[in-house]
């Protein structure tokens, strides 16, 4: 049971409930940030927009979120958890209904700047929640389960929005998810009790000197390459996975949701998998083998020709399965890398550093991909893969450097 220590009062939360609404509102989160990547072929198509230009769109949220996370920090690990999580959620369903009702390409690139502000940093709150609630020999598995919502996004978000969004526009989908957010909203706002036990140790400190405090630990330092390192091996190649699917391989864009159904099927079950794996084997350890292992995927998706779409759906279904199994005991080592009165603000940042890495990667890779002449086909995917190994081979040893700290 999960209880506010600082009051007598505190209403008990069991903790799988509290990792239930973690996960729906990483879920919202998730689906949010992941729904642009399988919609690009129709934006492209629908706006009349470059490679280029997408990548700006997506690396909007991200660039955004980061300057969110950062001046977060300053200021996050002041408030009870809970009714902090509830503003910032507010934000981000405002700013997702923004995203459903932009006419243009111009007033979209800016309702997702207005996303990313607030979704950034919801990211970094639910992992403070984790590592401040759940215990350190548990607290891989209960990543595992909230990053699941990644899964399960890819299973059910995915699928229905591509369907919403052929069948209907692409305006549907950022619909859906609004309804989604508010229902969320309601149940985060009635069922999370207050989150004050990082506050029973801290002392007020002027924000200037907590950021300094974070900057100067070597171990915090070691935590952001690990972050670095690992979204440039991934959002790199992640954003023009669709586009790719659909010039080069051959996919109507409808067939898309099929990539994020199996993905996700599969994915649903590893990532909590490798949860439990590293906290019984040791994180390090887990995340060593699965990063070695995701080179051959990223290699493969990244060089792909045009075959039977049943060899596709294998190559790109343990692309999702390698790259989570990597990306759970990393969160779970990060996470942990830090002292509790800290963890809000360190996290904050950390998020702040993630996106901002998840849009350097999206606008590089968008710099090297282009169109081939008079072709709809993209060329040069080629390289982001060999950039994207080059960092995941980089990430396993920054890894080597981090230490546990609670």
Same mark, same amino acid.
């Given at each position: 049971?999960?209880?506010?220590?600082?009051?007598?009062?505190?209403?008990?939360?069991?903790?799988?409930?509290?990792?239930?609404?973690?996960?729906?509102?990483?879920?919202?989160?998730?689906?949010?940030?992941?729904?642009?990547?399988?919609?690009?072929?129709?934006?492209?198509?629908?706006?009349?927009?470059?490679?280029?230009?997408?990548?700006?769109?997506?690396?909007?949220?991200?660039?955004?979120?980061?300057?969110?996370?950062?001046?977060?920090?300053?200021?996050?690990?002041?408030?009870?958890?809970?009714?902090?999580?509830?503003?910032?959620?507010?934000?981000?369903?405002?700013? /997702? &209904?923004?995203? *459903?009702?932009?006419?243009?390409?111009? $007033? @979209?690139?800016?309702?997702? !700047?207005?996303?990313?502000? #607030?979704?950034?940093?919801?990211?970094?709150?639910?992992?403070?929640?984790?590592?401040?609630?759940?215990?350190?020999?548990?607290?891989?598995?209960?990543?595992?389960?909230?990053?699941?919502?990644?899964?399960?996004?890819?299973?059910?978000?995915?699928?229905?929005?591509?369907?919403?969004?052929?069948?209907?526009?692409?305006?549907?989908?950022?619909?859906?998810?609004?309804?989604?957010?508010?229902?969320?909203?309601?149940?985060?706002?009635?069922?999370?009790?207050?989150?004050?036990?990082?506050?029973?140790?801290?002392?007020?400190?002027?924000?200037?000197?907590?950021?300094?405090?974070?900057?100067?630990?070597?171990?915090?330092?070691?935590?952001?390459?690990?972050?670095? /390192? &690992?979204?440039? *091996?991934?959002?790199?190649?992640?954003? $023009? @996975?669709?586009?790719?699917? !659909?010039?080069?391989?051959? #996919?109507?864009?409808?067939?898309?949701?099929?990539?994020?159904?199996?993905?996700?099927?599969?994915?649903?079950?590893?990532?909590?998998?490798?949860?439990?794996?590293?906290?019984?084997?040791?994180?390090?350890?887990?995340?060593?083998?699965?990063?070695?292992?995701?080179?051959?995927?990223?290699?493969?998706?990244?060089?792909?020709?045009?075959?039977?779409?049943?060899?596709?759906?294998?190559?790109?279904?343990?692309?999702?399965?390698?790259?989570?199994?990597?990306?759970?005991?990393?969160?779970?080592?990060?996470?942990?890398?830090?002292?509790?009165?800290?963890?809000?603000?360190?996290?904050?940042?950390?998020?702040?550093?993630?996106?901002?890495?998840?849009?350097?990667?999206?606008?590089?890779?968008?710099?090297?991909?282009?169109?081939?002449?008079?072709?709809?086909?993209?060329?040069?995917?080629?390289?982001?893969?060999?950039?994207?190994?080059?960092?995941?081979?980089?990430?396993?040893?920054?890894?080597?450097?981090?230490?546990?700290?609670?």
């Amino acid at each position: 049971m999960l209880q506010n220590s600082s009051t007598a009062a505190a209403v008990p939360l069991r903790e799988s409930w509290l990792l239930f609404i973690l996960a729906a509102i990483q879920f919202t989160h998730i689906m949010d940030f992941v729904i642009m990547m399988p919609l690009g072929p129709q934006l492209m198509r629908v706006f009349q927009i470059s490679p280029r230009e997408f990548g700006f769109l997506v690396s909007a949220y991200t660039f955004s979120a980061a300057i969110s996370g950062f001046l977060s920090a300053f200021f996050i690990d002041r408030f009870d958890r809970k009714y902090a999580l509830l503003a910032l959620y507010l934000g981000f369903t405002l700013g /997702t &209904l923004a995203c *459903a009702l932009a006419p243009t390409f111009g $007033f @979209l690139l800016v309702a997702r !700047v207005l996303a990313g502000a #607030f979704g950034g940093v919801l990211g970094a709150l639910v992992l403070s929640i984790i590592g401040d609630s759940i215990p350190e020999e548990r607290r891989g598995a209960a990543t595992g389960k909230v990053m699941a919502a990644f899964s399960i996004a890819s299973i059910g978000g995915i699928p229905i929005g591509l369907y919403l969004a052929s069948h209907a526009s692409w305006h549907a989908p950022f619909y859906l998810l609004t309804g989604l957010c508010v229902l969320v909203l309601f149940m985060a706002w009635r069922m999370l009790p207050n989150m004050r036990e990082h506050l029973v140790h801290h002392f007020p400190q002027h924000p200037g000197k907590v950021i300094m405090t974070i900057f100067t630990s070597a171990n915090c330092l070691w935590a952001f390459a690990l972050m670095v /390192t &690992l979204s440039l *091996a991934g959002f790199t190649v992640v954003p $023009f @996975l669709s586009p790719y699917m !659909v010039a080069n391989v051959g #996919f109507e864009e409808a067939e898309l949701s099929y990539i994020y159904l199996f993905g996700g099927l599969a994915t649903v079950v590893t990532s909590q998998l490798a949860g439990k794996l590293a906290d019984r084997f040791g994180k390090k350890r887990v995340f060593m083998i699965a990063a070695l292992f995701s080179v051959i995927p990223i290699l493969i998706v990244t060089n792909l020709p045009q075959v039977p779409h049943w060899q596709a759906f294998v190559m790109t279904t343990l692309f999702f399965i390698v790259f989570g199994a990597r990306f759970v005991p990393a969160m779970s080592l990060i996470t942990s890398s830090v002292e509790p009165r800290l963890r809000g603000s360190f996290m904050s940042v950390n998020s702040s550093v993630q996106q901002l890495a998840s849009g350097l990667a999206a606008f590089l890779a968008g710099l090297i991909i282009t169109n081939a002449p008079g072709q709809d086909d993209l060329i040069g995917f080629w390289k982001v893969g060999l950039i994207a190994t080059f960092f995941t081979i980089v990430s396993m040893w920054v890894v080597t450097k981090l230490k546990k700290v609670s």
